[in-house]
């Protein structure tokens, strides 16, 4: 009786683990987090990816098209590539998200899939704001050392 009884404590205590991982606030924390570590250059953000993360962003912007498809090497690149440009022009970025919809996994609820609007205003000293706007879809995983993206599709418009 008394491991029936153990057994059901440790099952509901990793349910409500998995409740209080994958909540909106915390995840919306997290992800805010992740993104200002992106847009401030900051080298720790690729630890918040899986090494096996599936990666597919297109960027549409008035001077062109970024487009990234791989895994962890390729989003790493982009990250340094485009975060040197906003610290070269020391913009200033605020980042908004909206229609934010989480859906936990099925059983053992190891991963949610997140679905949001992004919208991040940046400001640079003597131009107009410039808006992006993204739809973005990921895939969170819960590891030993928190969260991690496993998939993430961005599609977005705007921007430099």
């Known amino acids: 009786m008394k491991k029936l009884l153990l057994l059901l404590v440790l099952f509901a205590a990793f349910y409500a683990h998995a409740r209080i991982t994958f909540a909106e606030q915390r995840v919306m924390s997290w992800l805010l987090e992740n993104s200002n570590k992106y847009l401030t250059g900051d080298s720790t953000v690729c630890d918040n990816y899986t090494n096996d993360v599936e990666v597919s962003i297109i960027a549409k912007a008035p001077r062109g098209t970024w487009q990234v498809e791989g895994g962890k090497a390729e989003l790493c690149g982009y990250f340094k590539q485009s975060s040197a440009a906003l610290i070269v022009m020391k913009a200033s970025t605020n980042t908004e998200f909206s229609k934010v919809r989480i859906q936990p996994g099925p059983f053992p609820w190891l991963q949610a899939t997140v679905s949001y609007t992004e919208k991040t205003t940046m400001q ?8 992006a706007v993204g739809e973005n879809s990921l895939v969170l995983v819960r590891t030993f050392s928190g969260l991690k993206i496993k998939s993430l599709e961005s599609r977005s418009t705007g921007g430099l």
């Open 124 to 131: 640079m000293a003597g131009l107009p704001p410039v808006n």
